[in-house]
């Protein structure tokens, strides 16, 4: 799943699991938190898809700090100069470009760029439906077929 939406950039920044990782290392730091713990943490906080675990799991015990370093920043997050917070609006990957495609209408000033952008989405969808019927036709070909 995508998320983070960006206006400037019009494409989508993140996907959810890779955000809800690297705000956890924000919040805890590297020092203290052992592997198995972010996994547990991470695995919860990411609903729109499946957290894996995979290789050696012997060293779920080791602190994040043995792998990612333990040396804290000269500026605490809390200090930084943080740009607003955005929508975590969570888009699954099969519809970024439709989405991406929403936005831009939205966001369009221009009657010629709405109108644009509407006919790039009114294509999009119709190959997406084209794909559809063909999906089913392939199905109903070597399955459907059965019956008669």
Not at 69 to 93: F, R
């Amino acid at each position: 799943y995508a998320c983070y939406y960006d206006s400037h950039l019009q494409t989508y920044v993140g996907d959810c699991y890779s955000v809800n990782w690297m705000e956890n290392v924000d919040k805890v730091g590297t020092a203290t938190e052992t592997l198995e713990e972010q996994y547990k943490i991470v695995k919860q906080e990411t609903t729109e898809s499946h957290v894996m675990q995979y290789g050696d799991l012997n060293i779920d015990n080791e602190v994040l700090g043995k792998f990612m370093g333990s040396k804290n920043s000269e500026l605490p997050l809390t200090n930084l100069e943080l740009s607003p917070p955005v929508s975590k609006d969570a888009v699954p990957v099969g519809d970024v470009r439709i989405s991406i495609l929403a936005h831009k209408i939205y966001d369009s000033g221009c009657y010629w760029e709405k109108r644009k952008h509407e006919h790039k989405l009114m294509e999009e969808l119709v190959l997406r439906e084209k794909v559809r019927q063909t999906v089913e036709e392939i199905v109903h070909v070597t399955v459907g077929g059965m019956d008669d």
